[in-house]
T-cell receptor, first 113, second 113 residues
Framework: QQQVKQSPQSLIVQKGGISIINCAYE??????FPWYQQFPGKGPALLIA?????SEKKEGRFTISFNKSAKQFSLHIMDSQPGDSATYFC????????????FGTGTRLTVIP | NAGVTQTPKFRVLKTGQSMTLLCAQD?????MYWYRQDPGMGLRLIHY???????AKGEVPDGYNVSRLKKQNFLLGLESAAPSQTSVYFC????????????FGPGTRLTVT
């Protein structure tokens, strides 16, 4: 059973546009929500992360929006660039579980020049 | 500073053969993890370790064994490979303390025929 549900599976955005990827979870014990970026042939790398005590976190062009009551969080990529083309994974973990990450199924983002 | 390294990068096995994947980290991290990545399923945790000499099962442990004899190394073994174990395997490590970021290796692509 997928603990973190992610959509869409793939996304095509024009350069300069906004990319939005959504995730939802059920387990209210999760207390850490990272997003990982993966380029072909590479391992995932942490992009940005949020804790449930804040509703938004911004780092450059990347923003996480977090809705605790709805148990949803999303990644917004502003001014999307061709170099952002990659697969994005949302994830969730809890301190009690050795910080084990439960990943979403991934979104393949393609930014068209 | 190499971070997390994995050996080998590619491997082809016949059904029933055995092999060991090696993960090494040079960041003095306490926690180490093995994941498998399959199309459309994201990354799933196989086994993890919270310190030298300790191991625990993740989401999909069947058919795999692990050992953590040294803090910097985490070995993943397949005793009798099956085609269902064809996947890309990623090792990760984290300090075990905030901010809980996991650092991933470059992956091992395993094909079982």
């Amino acid at each position: 059973q997928q603990q973190v549900k992610q959509s869409p599976q793939s996304l095509i955005v024009q350069k300069g546009g906004i990319s939005i990827i959504n995730c939802a979870y059920e387990n209210t014990a999760f207390d850490y929500f990272p997003w990982y970026q993966q380029f072909p042939g590479k391992g995932p790398a942490l992009l940005i992360a949020i804790r449930p005590d804040v509703s938004e976190k911004k780092e450059g062009r990347f923003t996480i929006s977090f809705n605790k009551s709805a148990k949803q969080f999303s990644l917004h990529i502003m001014d999307s660039q061709p170099g952002d083309s990659a697969t994005y994974f949302c994830a969730a973990s809890m301190k009690a579980g050795a910080n084990n990450l439960f990943f979403g199924t991934g979104t393949r983002l393609t930014v068209i020049p | 500073n190499a971070g997390v390294t994995q050996t080998p990068k590619f491997r082809v096995l016949k059904t029933g053969q055995s092999m060991t994947l090696l993960c090494a980290q040079d960041m003095n991290h306490e926690y180490m993890y093995w994941y498998r990545q399959d199309p459309g399923m994201g990354l799933r945790l196989i086994h993890y370790s919270v310190g030298e000499g300790t191991t625990a099962k993740g989401e999909v442990p069947d058919g795999y064994n692990v050992s953590r004899l040294k803090k910097q190394n985490f070995l993943l073994g397949l005793e009798s490979a099956a085609p269902s174990q064809t996947s890309v395997y990623f090792c990760a490590s984290s300090s075990g303390q905030g901010p809980y970021e996991q650092y991933f290796g470059p992956g091992t692509r395993l094909t079982v025929t």
